[in-house]
């Protein structure tokens, strides 16, 4: 993908700082700001009243443990899928390899609360697949979480693959050593950065996930919050497992950065094209239909479920209900979401491109540490924010957009980093040199560079205020219905048709856009 935490870009360490500027520094201040009101508001809440522990040790180590086996039983299943799919798209000669390796990826448009739904829709006494009992709690969160997060093991194992030099496997396979050999002992090894990173990032997006263990009913940490949020008048309860949900959550990604930052920098891309592995017989074979049997679960299960409970439903003549006002609603917070998201993430992404340094390493650390927090905590921290500090932005548009550009301005800003490192500064250097001032500097030169990637961002933001569901059920104004809300909800209270529907609409506006982004981010 253009941007997010798996494939954002980096100034160069030898890049020229720039000197001036601090108008951009004010702005990506000032940008950065609603990222501070997570950690604040949680610390104050749980902190500054001065209380002991609001929620019982018992409970607390049950919810520890039922959200650590959730979290290495899907790390561990969801990088084997995902290096499985990234190892045959890009070192096996397939017929449309290209299209092989975007539709591994596509799942990632699928949210975990509609692949729960489509889970509960398949099976129980009305299964559209089986009718068998629905796999509640443990069974079903782990197969839904590890089969949709797989994608994100494998976009994150295809560049790692592809930067290892094919001289050292040709080395070890002249040398006598089996396919199976090579792979233990020459290529994993030179994957385990890849391997650590993917895994990190599937654990993160495993103790965040609110949707499908709240409809699978595993009590993990962020079912236990909106259930303690929802449940009692004091929320300080709620506020406390926030703040050790966030804790967990920033202990891993101090863990994937420090990690990565002992993986050297110079590593590059083979010159010399890697030669594909051309099978034949049964390994094709197999190939083939492993890559089919994925996609066809991940994707083609989802939609085939969804649109024959739809058929059902509207045949027994259930009520649907119209999805038109949730459709706008959708659309219409998440374009406004997008635009402010891009402009706040204009002069972050120029202070951390054009201006490399401590500070702006700071910035960006800020910037990622506000994207790693668990979407609920988010939530949570920001409703106690505004009933004890800005009581009137509470439930309004105005502030349900603030704290979207503050989760989602990472892929934004990444997006548009990418965009400025691949230009030269010194073409902006030559503007000012003829005479331009700032502004027509700005507008000119600047922006036109970094267009691609603002509207790649935008697309990306987009795309998750659409599917984004905890904090807009914390978050929104009263009446305030989006499509994910309607999926959350009627699949809760068991509507499946209603559910359905909307989950289909929500695909139907998703993956399009989607697969553009992907298309071109994973080709060669």
């Keep these: 993908m253009t941007a997010g935490p798996l494939t954002a870009r980096r100034p160069e ?56 086996v959730l979290t290495v039983a899907v790390t561990i299943t969801a990088v084997a899928i995902g290096l499985a799919t990234a190892w045959t798209t890009t070192r096996v000669a397939l017929p449309f390899r290209k299209g092989w390796m975007t539709l591994a990826a596509l799942p990632l448009v699928v949210p975990s609360y509609v692949a729960a739904l489509s889970l509960i829709a398949a ?84 103790i965040s996930d609110f949707g499908a263990v709240s409809l699978l009913r595993y009590d993990t940490f962020t079912r236990a919050i909106y259930t303690l949020y929802r449940g009692q008048i004091d929320r300080r309860p709620a506020a406390t497992l926030s703040l050790i949900l966030m804790a967990l ?58 649109v024959v409970s739809v058929a059902r439903g509207l045949e027994s003549e259930q009520i649907v209900g119209s999805l038109g006002p949730e459709a706008v609603r959708s659309l219409g917070v998440a374009i406004i979401a997008a635009l402010v998201t891009v402009i706040l993430a204009f002069p972050v992404a120029m202070v951390t491109t054009r201006r490399p ?3 702006s390493g700071w910035v960006e650390s800020a910037m990622w540490g506000a994207y790693s927090l668990p979407h609920i905590t988010v939530g949570v921290a920001a409703v106690g924010f505004a009933l004890s500090t800005a009581r009137s932005l509470y439930q309004t548009l105005i502030y349900l957009v603030i704290i979207y ?3 989602f301005l990472p892929q934004a800003a990444g997006a548009t980093q990418d965009s400025l490192v691949r230009a030269s ?64 909800s009627s699949t809760a209270e068991g509507f499946i048709t209603r559910a359905s529907a909307a989950g289909l609409v929500l695909l139907a506006v998703s993956i399009v856009p989607l697969f553009l982004v992907m298309s071109r981010e994973l080709s060669d």
């Design 13 to 68: 360490v030898g890049q020229v700082r720039r000197r001036g500027g601090w108008g951009w520094w004010v702005a990506a201040g000032v940008a950065l700001l609603p990222a501070l009101i997570p950690p604040v508001s949680l610390l104050f809440q749980v902190i500054g009243t001065g209380t002991t522990l609001a929620v019982p040790t018992g409970r607390l180590a049950e919810l520890m443990l039922n959200t650590a």
């Design 123 to 206: 099976t129980g006494p009305s299964g559209v697949i089986v009718e068998t009992p629905t796999p509640y709690g443990f069974v079903g969160s782990w197969l839904v979480l590890s089969v949709f997060t797989a994608p994100l093991a494998h976009l994150t194992l295809i560049p790692g693959l592809r930067t290892i030099d094919p001289a050292t496997e040709e080395a070890a396979t002249g040398l006598g050593a089996s396919r199976w050999r090579v792979f233990v002992t020459v290529t994993l090894p030179q994957l385990k950065p890849a391997l650590v990173s993917s895994g990190l990032l599937v654990g993160l997006y495993t």
């Design 249 to 306: 959550a920033i202990v891993i990604l101090l863990i994937e950065r420090r990690y990565r930052a002992r993986v050297p920098l110079h590593s590059r891309r083979p010159r010399r094209a890697r030669p594909l592995q051309a099978l034949s017989g049964w390994p094709r074979a197999a190939s083939i239909s492993a890559l089919t049997l994925y996609i066809l679960v991940a994707l083609g299960l989802p939609l085939v479920v969804m």
């Design 357 to 359: 340094g401590r500070l």
């Design 405 to 407: 550009g503050a989760i």
């Design 425 to 488: 500064p010194d073409l902006e250097d030559a503007s000012r040199g003829l005479g331009r001032g700032p502004v027509a500097t700005l507008m000119r030169v600047t922006l036109p560079l970094a267009w691609p990637g603002l509207v790649a961002g935008a697309a990306l933001v987009f795309l998750s205020v659409m599917k984004e569901l905890p904090a807009t059920l914390l978050l929104r104004p009263n009446g305030f219905e989006t499509l994910a809300i309607r999926i959350w």
